[in-house]
């Protein structure tokens, strides 16, 4: 590295290449000054320079037979280093991608819950004012609504018209619409029908 005053000799690498432990210690701390700097400038991140340095320096040593024939070992270095540098960032780049999607999942999951919460306070608010509908608006509600029963089997069986079962059916759910309205439930009419079917 140009400006790096360590000069590796071409014994250390031959030493270091017979697994020969204190030449390696040598060479670590020979070139880990201008090594970590290099790093730093390339990740900036403390945490991270410091897990690169370390996989640097393995992986040299995993490579150490390659060491004696080295024309420009320093360059060499830089080369695995830089390697271990972007192996890092795309390691960090999964992290975070894997990081948003737990965050995305548990913001789905926690709104997920916010509105199962929500529809069973509106049914509960719903069937309070069904008991407070009078008797035959009452009934009505429930045949077409809890019983699923159309206009004309209402009017069968309450012996009554069909258009007195769709005024009476109105007049009901606009009570409940009111109801929950007055709650700081505001829905509109149609998710009410859905809600009550």
């Known amino acids: 590295m140009r400006g790096a005053k360590f000069h590796i000799a071409k014994e250390l690498l031959i030493s270091i290449s017979e697994g020969d432990e204190v030449a390696f210690r040598e060479l670590f701390y020979g070139a880990l000054p201008w090594l970590t700097s ?40 830089i080369r695995v280093a830089s390697n271990e540098c972007f192996t890092w960032f795309h ?43 009078p008797p035959q608006r009452k009934k009505i509600y429930q045949l077409s609504r809890e019983e699923g029963l159309k206009t004309q089997e209402i009017a069968d069986r309450l012996q009554c018209s069909p258009s007195y079962v769709k005024n009476t059916l109105s007049a009901a759910l606009s009570y409940i619409r009111g109801y929950l309205t007055d709650a700081g439930k505001i829905i509109p009419l149609l998710f009410l029908f859905s809600l009550t079917r």
């Open 38 to 77: 290099f790093i730093q400038r390339m990740v900036k991140s403390p945490e991270g320079t410091q897990e690169i340095v370390q996989e640097t320096f393995i992986r040299i040593w995993l490579s150490r037979d390659k060491l004696p024939g080295l024309l420009e070992p320093q360059a060499w270095i």
């Open 91 to 133: 390691k960090q780049a999964a992290l975070r991608k894997i990081t948003d999607i737990r965050d995305d999942a548990g913001s789905a999951a926690a709104n997920l819950a916010e509105d199962r919460l929500q529809v069973q306070e509106t049914l509960l608010l719903i069937r309070e004012a069904v008991e407070q509908l």
